[in-house]
Structures are given as structure tokens and as C-alpha cells.
């Protein structure tokens, strides 16, 4: 069993956690298969956070089952076990190994002791990897721009939200160990950083070692900020309620903090924000975001929100969209509310919102933001963006890359300007791209 395809779903966290099981799984002598078909291998990273998210995966297991090589092996692993433990080889057979959360970087040792009708169940933790070894080894998606763990889990509890118990509690990295992944990114030619966490504002609150809010976010970013050759700096997801004054202050006088926040309000209803546990109110919410767009002039905010949440009426609803035209988020990821086993909100039969309404109250919203989205993007159509070009677009023709507001720009070929950082006149824009072309330097 020497070649592997892995399927990720989900969030950053997941994104960067594949990196670094693929990057472990060749230091093993594995090889990546060119897909799901052809290899002896597929693990899926799965994603729990809506309904949507896991019915896709189950789906994709019964497909590579009937059309992939006979005698492979599936290994799961990720929220949707988590969550799920041992039920899961119940309601999909087809599976030979389940991880959860805590183990998924010890993939290679169950591989190798799976034979072709074992089932291996372990949703522990397994023994502990190296951090500093899976940042090293992890096979990333850029060359030049990079995720970096700052903390897992989280303790948080929003109503709807089954991440605390798909990720377990919220515990921060050591600083020592973050800043040296970031340095030694540094000296492979990475320039971008993007800082991860489900609440990246609260690092600090409770370290492995068990010690508490010796060092906090804010000291984190002046700490990377002293590091040379880094262009520009991001970092998801910010707790509105967590976001700090000191936070704000770093970001203000940063030369390498992007310009950008994603700032998930959920709703724009204190009712339902209260109701959700999200611990602020819209009157703080816009407080945070009057205060950055004053001290950072151009600053872009982009969000999550949900829709349905129960107990969430018209006039709810009318708070939210209000929400929505005040602060004119360059982008909005727009959700439906999708009931989670486990969750505090699961159990409440009051007041729910039956599930055609909840869909018109969604793509209501969507075109709404649409036009938001795309009115901001046209703002910056004459513009000069200053972009590090991290990648080469979906068609693989043209450089890309993002701008401190965290949009894309794309210029047409220029391959050979891959990983330089760039000024680009923009030139024409849709919603959420910006089209334009180099300046000379
Ligand atoms: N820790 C991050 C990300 C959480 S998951 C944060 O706090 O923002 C990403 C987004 O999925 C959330 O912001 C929320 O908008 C959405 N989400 C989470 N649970 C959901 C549910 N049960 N139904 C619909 N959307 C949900
Ligand atoms: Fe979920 Fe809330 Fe934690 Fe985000 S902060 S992961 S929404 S519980
Ligand atoms: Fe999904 Fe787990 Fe991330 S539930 S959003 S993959 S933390």
C-alpha cells in the first residue's frame, strides 16, 4: 500500500492539518496518487460544521468504493468522527479506519497495521507528534505563502456550533514554537503568513503547560513583527468579543498586518446573538469595526452569518441585513442554520424557522451581498495593489495572489513572477477578483 490520495473538507485548520498528514505520509515512502480512483489509499479529512458538509462525504465514500481500485483502503478522520465515534461503521460500512481529531498525524502507523478486513477505530489522541517535525515535513499548497497553527480547539460553545466537540478545548502553542515555524518558512522563501485558529484573539488564554495569559495575542504579533523578510501578515478567525484595543493598536502600527479582518458577526440581532452565546452586541461589534476603519483607512472586514437560527423573526432578520449594508463587507460567507447533534441549540423546539423560509431569507442576503461585494470591488478598479504573488490561478496560466484587503488579484501570464511581490494596477474587477497588470518596477 504505497500510494495515497487525501480528500479534505472543511475549514483552514483542515486545510493546513492535510498539508502536514501528506507531508508525513511521504516521509514514510507513500507517494500521492493523482486521484481517488487510482490509489491503494484514500483519506478523507472531514468536516462536521453543517450538515451539507458531512452528507457530501458520505456520498464521495459510496462513489470511490464502486469506481476505485478493488481492495483499497478508506481511512476517516477529522470532526465528522469526532463526533460521530463508533456509529460511523454502522451508517457507512465502507469504511476501514477512523481517526478523529487528536490522532489524525499518526495516519501512517495505522496504515501500516490495517490489513484489507481490519477496522481500526481510535478517536484518542494517540501519541504525540512533533509539532516543529509536522510543520517541517508539511507539503504545502504554496511556495510561498503559509498557514501556521497558533492554537486548537475551542471553548467557546456558540449555540450552533459542534466544533468545541469535534476539536475538544481551546489550549494556545507556545510562542517559541510559532516563531520558529515562521522563521523557518522564512528561509525556504515563504514571505505570507496566516496565523490559525478557531479564536486566534484569546491565544494566551491557556497554554499545554497548563500556565495562563502570560502572553497574549497581541504580544504574539509584536513578537512576529520583529522577524525580518516577512511582506505581510493575516490571521483567522478573530471572536469579535476577544478582538482587543491592544490588538487594534498592533494592527494600526504593523507594516506587515494586512488591512483586512474577518470578523464573523453571525447576526445582526442582540436577541439572537445572545441566544447564539456569542457574548456582544452589535452596538460592540460596530464599535470594533468603526474603530479599525478610522485608525486603518481602506480597512475591509469580511464575515460569517447564519440564517434561521431559531427564534430568529422577520424583524431579526431586518437587523441583520441592516447589519450587512452598514458595515459593506467585501465578502460574506452566508449559511443556513443546520442543527448539530450535541449542540446547546439542538434541544430548543421553540420558535424554529421551517427550512424554505430559512433558504428565502438566505438568498435574499446572497444578492444583497452580491452587490455590495461587487460595488467594493469595482472601488478599486484604477488602483495600485502591492501583492505577493503566492500562486498561479485555478486555469494555471496567470500569477495570483491577495492584497492587504484580502482580495485576489490576478495578472495574466508573468509565470516567471511567481513568488516576487508585485505593484498591479487594477484594471477590471468582478466581486470577489481583481484584474489588472504590473507596473514596472
Ligand atoms: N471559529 C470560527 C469558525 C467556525 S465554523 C468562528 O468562530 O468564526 C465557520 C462558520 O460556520 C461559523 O462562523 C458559522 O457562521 C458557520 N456555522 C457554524 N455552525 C453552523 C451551523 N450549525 N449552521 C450553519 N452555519 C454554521
Ligand atoms: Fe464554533 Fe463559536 Fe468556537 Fe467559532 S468560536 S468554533 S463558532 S464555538
Ligand atoms: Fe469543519 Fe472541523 Fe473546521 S467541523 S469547520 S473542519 S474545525
Redesign the pocket.
Known sequence: MKNFFLINYG?QMNVLEAEKMKGLLIAEGYEEAPDEFNSDVVIMNTCA??ETAERKIFGKIGQIRKHGRPGLLIAVCGCVTQVSGESIFEKYPGIDIVLGSGNKMNIAAYLSKAGSSARILDLGNGPERDSAECAQLAKRGSEYSAFIEIMKG?DNF?A????PYARGGEVSLPPVLVLDEIKMLIDRGYKEFTLLG??VNSYGKKFADGSERRFRFHDLLGEIEKIKGIFRLRFI?S?PRDLSSETIDVMASSGIIAHSLHL?A?SGSDRILKAMNRGYTISEYLEKVERLKKDIPGFAFTT???FGFPGETESDYRDTLNLMERVRFKNA?L??????RK?AASGISEGLVDNEEKLSRLQNAIEIQKKISLEESIGYVGATKNVLFSSLDRKGRNISGRDTHDMIVIVENNMDKLGTVRDVLIERANSFTLYGRLKSA
Open positions: 475549514c460544521v453543517r475551542c456558540c450552533y456550533c459542534i466544533v478557531q479564536n478567525t471572536h464573523p453571525q460569517d452569518i447564519i460567507f449559511f443556513r442554520y443546520s442543527e448539530r449542540t
